[in-house]
Each structure stands twice: as structure tokens, then as C-alpha cells.
């Protein structure tokens, strides 16, 4: 799959005003006055947009002023001309999504089957318009994929059924990042199966590797937005394996938690052609809502580096703040979410904590001004449930609160756990109640620029 560069309006629209400013520029009587300079690249992210100026219609003749009569009065003279403006480039938008944990426990795969048959879809269909919604939709595949000829497996050794990665392709998720606690536990056989599985779905990776070329490969996405090409790069990596080991044959298969190193991997995609860096990180303490402290000193170490746009948190299971830091690519910051708790799982308050039935789907707005670098300019956060009783059936607190008799959870456990979920996310980023909508084509995914 391959999108051709093609020339926008603008492009075109410009052009043509050329052609016609050199045309009259022979012939014009009067002078005309310079127009502002352009402003500089190096502030497009905090300079207002200038105003929006109509684009000119060259194809139909301008009304004709009055007539006027020439000196000496030898009849009516030429009528004055007007050149004009050349069109305001606008900057080019785009949002990319963030899910939690999808975390396959048994009973999960036993509410997919249907006659035999797995499908996961009832159960995510809760947030389609959300995940399709988005210009690049990003999913945290916490469980790895059964090798072939073997059976799913849950907690504590996963082992989901490809199905599953199907499913979350035929959702609108366009790749996902597969470093976690739980990335071995069907031994290197499963990390090839989740890469297989996520290559024949379509779909990116990273965080996980079948050979050491791989590894060193960022995961791309490129989005054509105004006639210019944006491209996201996705890195993650895991505090740990739960104490298996990385195959001693198969040192390059799972990335692990490297601050060094991964300000040298994003900068590496943006040698390769990356505008924007997003990292995911598997990290920190399960059930526990407070970011630790090694959370904290390894994001603010990626904002500083000015390498890295975006951190999305995993593992803790519960959702975790959302923040601001200072430093970023150009000084502009870095947004980070320490954790987006569940997507899906079998966890709730009868086995672990309250929280794990609920998470956020984090939302960020990416822009690039026309001759300026593309930035990370807002994000939100929405919050999300799990219905276990419904069988484990998916959707947003806020959809779920508008029609409480479609599931099985009271509008006061509904409210509970949107207070629980507001007071993890924090009040630097607002919550979102309405999902995005798609800005342009989908992305095409690929490793190479």
C-alpha cells in the first residue's frame, strides 16, 4: 500500500495567481504596496494563524468598475486593476489515539465465542467511534499471541488467539506496542506469532522483535495531510519479564526499559524521517493510581532529551495522570499519560481493585504549520469501563450513562467510577466526551521512510 504525493488546492491556486500577477504586473498604472513578511517558521507554534483570506476565483472575470474617462477626454480609460492576493496556507491537523491494557483473561475469550467461533468485536464495539474517529489509532497488545498449534491461554501465562489482533484491526486500530511483563511468556514462538499475526492483519509494532534488523527499525506511520506527508514514530520498551528471561539466542526480542536508549532510538526516526516520536512505556506499580518515582525520572528524562512528543503509560492497571512536563522537541513540552489503566480485561474490585474495570483513551491533536515542525498542541483523556456482568462488554462511561438500562451497571456504579477515573486522570487535560473525526486517508504503515 502506497499513497501518491498529490498537489493540494493551494498548490494549484497558487500557480494560477502567479501567472496572473506577472500577466498585469506589465500593464498595471499604479504601484502596489508590499504585503507583510511571511512570519518566521521558528515561532509557527506560537504565533496566531493570520487571518484567512478567500481563495481568488481566476476562472470567472472580475465585475467591471465605471467607466472612467481618459485624459484630454478621448473616452472611457482602461479600467483600474487589481491583483490578487495570494492564498493563506493553512497548517495541517491530525489526532492520534491511545488505549490501555488489552489483557485477554480467559473468561474475556469465552464472552468472544459465539458457536464455536471467537469474535471479539461485540465486545470492543462500545468505542468504534473513537477508534475509527482517529487519523492514527495506537492499542497496547499486553498478552502475546499463542504460537501456532497451541491453545489461548490467560493469567499467568497469556496466550491470546489471533482473532484477537483481527478484531482490533477490523476496530480501526492501525498498530500496537507489545513490550510488557507478559511479552514471553509463550517464549520467543509467541513473540513471532504476535508479529505474524500483526503483519498479516496490516497492522505496526513495536517494542518486540523477530531478528536484531527488526529491533533496529522504528515503527512508522505516514498521514498525508495539505499535500505534505507527516510521519509518527512508535518506540516502547518494559520495566522487566516477570522473571523469564529473554532467549539467550534471541537477545533483540524484547526491548527493556532504557532511557539512553531510547532518546537514541527517537532520534534515530527522526533521521529516518519522523516528525513526531511517540514512546509507550510499560512501567510502574499494578493497582497503585500515584506514578512512582522511577514513572516520573524516566519521563522527565525523555521531555528533556527534546527527542520525544508523546508518552503513554502501561501496566499499572489502573488509570494513572495525565500531565504537562516542560522540555519536548523546541521547548513546547512533552504530554505524558502514566498509565491508561485497562481497554479490556476480567479485572475488577472482586479480584484486584475497583479501578481495573475502568480506563482512558487518550486523545492528542498534532499540528504543523505550513513551514514549521510538527507539533503535539493539545490533549484530552475519556474515560472507559468494562461491563463484566454484560460479558465484558466495552464502552465510555459517558455513553454508558446516557442509556444505563443497555448494560448491566447501575447509574450510581456508573457515576462511581467515573469519579474514580476523573480523579486519577488530574485536571491538566480536559475530559472528552465526543470522539475525534477522521482529518484525511488512513495512515500507511511502514518501516522504512
Known amino acids: 500500500m502506497a499513497h501518491v504525493r498529490r498537489s493540494g488546492p493551494w498548490d494549484r491556486g497558487a500557480a494560477a495567481a502567479a501567472l496572473v500577477i506577472g500577466m498585469l504586473t506589465g500593464i498595471a498604472l499604479t504601484s502596489a504596496a508590499c504585503g507583510p513578511a511571511p512570519a518566521d517558521a521558528s515561532s509557527a507554534s506560537t504565533t496566531p494563524e493570520p487571518s484567512r483570506q478567500p481563495m481568488p476565483d481566476l476562472t470567472t472575470p472580475a465585475a467591471s468598475p465605471a467607466a472612467q474617462t481618459a485624459p484630454g477626454g478621448a473616452g472611457p480609460g482602461p479600467a483600474p486593476q ?41 465486545l470492543l464495539a462500545g468505542i468504534d467511534a473513537w477508534v475509527r474517529g482517529a487519523d492514527l489509532a ?8 499463542a504460537p501456532p498449534g497451541t491453545a489461548a491461554s490467560g493469567y499467568p501465562l497469556f496466550g491470546a488467539p489471533p482473532q484477537l489482533v483481527t478484531d482490533l484491526q477490523e476496530q480501526g486500530w492501525d498498530g500496537c506496542s507489545t513490550a510488557s511483563n507478559h511479552a514471553v511468556d509463550r517464549g520467543f514462538g509467541g513473540v513471532t506469532a504476535t508479529l505474524d499475526a500483526l503483519d498479516a492483519a496490516g497492522m505496526g509494532h513495536t517494542g518486540t522483535a523477530r531478528d536484531a534488523v527488526e529491533q533496529a527499525q522504528p515503527q512508522l506511520y505516514v498521514l498525508e495531510r495539505r499535500g505534505r506527508q507527516l510521519t509518527v514514530a512508535h518506540l516502547a520498551s518494559t520495566y522487566g519479564l516477570n522473571g523469564l528471561q529473554i532467549p539467550e539466542e534471541a537477545p533483540w526480542a524484547v526491548d527493556l526499559t532504557d532511557v539512553n536508549r531510547l532518546v537514541a532510538q527517537a532520534s534515530a526516526a527522526r533521521a529516518a524521517g519522523a516528525d513526531l516520536v511517540v514512546v509507550s512505556l510499560h512501567e510502574g506499580v499494578e493497582y497503585v493510581q500515584d506514578p512512582t518515582a522511577r514513572q516520573r525520572e524516566v519521563a522527565g528524562l525523555l521531555a528533556a532529551s527534546g527527542q520525544v512528543d508523546l508518552l503513554v503509560g502501561h501496566h499499572a492497571h489502573v488509570p494513572q495522570p495525565v500531565e504537562h512536563l516542560p522540555g519536548g522537541p523546541g521547548d513546547g513540552g512533552m504530554w505524558v499519560a502514566y498509565g491508561l489503566g485497562n481497554l479490556i480485561s476480567n479485572q475488577g474490585k472482586d479480584c484486584c481493585d ?36 454484560a460479558g465484558h462488554r466495552l464502552r465510555t462511561i459517558a455513553d454508558a450513562l446516557a442509556d444505563p438500562a443497555s448494560g448491566t451497571l447501575s447509574k450510581e456504579e456508573l457515576i462511581r467510577r467515573q469519579d474514580l477515573v476523573r480523579a486519577a ?25
Not at 96 to 119: E, F, K, N, Q, Y
Not at 425 to 446: F, K, M, N, R, S
Open 425 to 449: 486522570a488530574g485536571t491538566q487535560a480536559p475530559e472528552l466526551v465526543a470522539p475525534p473525526t477522521p482529518t484525511g486517508d488512513p495512515p500507511v504503515v511502514t518501516r522504512s521512510p
Open 138 to 145: 495506537l492499542c497496547h497488545l499486553e498478552a502475546p499471541v
Open 354 to 389: 475497583p479501578r481495573t474495570s475502568s480506563g482512558l483513551l487518550l486523545t492528542v491533536t498534532v499540528t504543523q504549520e505550513p513551514r514549521g515542525p510538527a507539533r503535539v498542541t493539545g490533549a484530552g483523556w475519556t474515560a472507559t469501563t468494562v461491563d463484566l456482568r
Open 82 to 122: 487589481q491583483v490578487p492576493s495570494p492564498p493563506t496556507e493553512r497548517p495541517a491537523t491530525f489526532t492520534i489515539l491511545a488505549g490501555g491494557d488489552v489483557l485477554p483473561h480467559a473468561p474475556v475469550t469465552t464472552s468472544a465465542s459465539r458457536g464455536g467461533v471467537l469474535d471479539f468485536s461485540p
